[in-house]
């Protein structure tokens, strides 16, 4: 049985860790995907809360960059407080 190639948002999401602040041009550029392919798997992502954007305006145009967000972030409200009781 073959192995399954990891999901568009998957090979993204693990770019962007790497890559932070990038914008979608940049991104679809290194990977050789489409623009549409990664801004679509981008709001993916921003909906599952795995990433975050800022709006950068060097001119008339602006950038939007691609930020992962903080793991402590992506953990359960009842697990970050048993780590806050154990780091006391």
Not at 31 to 46: C, P, Q
Request: glycine share 4%; net charge positive; charged share 35%.
């Amino acid at each position: 049985m073959r192995k399954k190639d990891p999901s568009t948002e998957q090979k993204i999401y693990e770019f962007i860790c790497s890559n932070p602040g990038k914008s979608t041009y940049e991104i679809s550029k290194h990977l050789k995907m489409t623009g549409g392919r990664v801004r679509h798997a981008l709001n993916k992502l921003r909906n599952y809360g795995l990433i975050k954007f800022k709006f950068l305006r060097e001119s008339y145009r602006v950038k939007k960059l691609s930020f992962p967000v903080e793991c402590w972030k992506l953990l359960p409200k009842t697990l970050k407080k048993e780590l806050l009781k154990l780091k006391l």
